[in-house]
């Protein structure tokens, strides 16, 4: 089995800051790629960010660039969500998800968190 745990939402005064922190645990073989996606009350979860297991590639939503930082810890198994800057569009359930192979398996499979809920108030 493979579990992905966020943690670190909350609620945050618009411009503040918050960590997200995403740990993916269990049966664990190879971590290809991790990446946070938000889920805004009324609308379709949208990729927020993403990171390469060799933290070469991130790639970040128009709306969140210059504000937030991705990186990954791979002893860890851990990728973080830095947001800066917080406005209150940025309002959600935030989840993360990761492309994972398991042990004595070929393929690579898709696992995601429960996510996290961050409010940003006015």
């Known amino acids: 089995q493979v579990q992905l745990e966020e943690s670190g939402g909350g609620l945050v005064q618009a411009g503040g800051s918050l960590r997200l922190s995403c740990a993916a645990s269990g049966d664990i073989f190879s971590i290809n790629a991790m990446r946070w996606y938000l889920q805004a009350p009324g609308k379709q979860r949208e990729l927020v960010a993403g990171?390469?297991?060799?933290?070469?590639?991130?790639n970040y939503a128009a709306s969140v660039k210059g504000r937030f930082t991705i990186s990954l810890d791979n002893a860890k198994n851990t990728v973080y969500l830095q947001m800066n800057s917080l406005k209150l569009e940025d309002t959600g359930v935030y989840y993360c998800?990761?492309?994972?192979?398991?042990?004595?398996?070929?393929?690579?499979?898709?696992?995601w968190g429960q996510g996290t809920q961050v409010t940003v108030s006015s």
């Open positions: 998800n990761a492309d994972i192979r398991r042990p004595g398996r070929s393929v690579m499979n898709r696992y």
């Open positions: 990171i390469s297991s060799s933290s070469s590639t991130t």
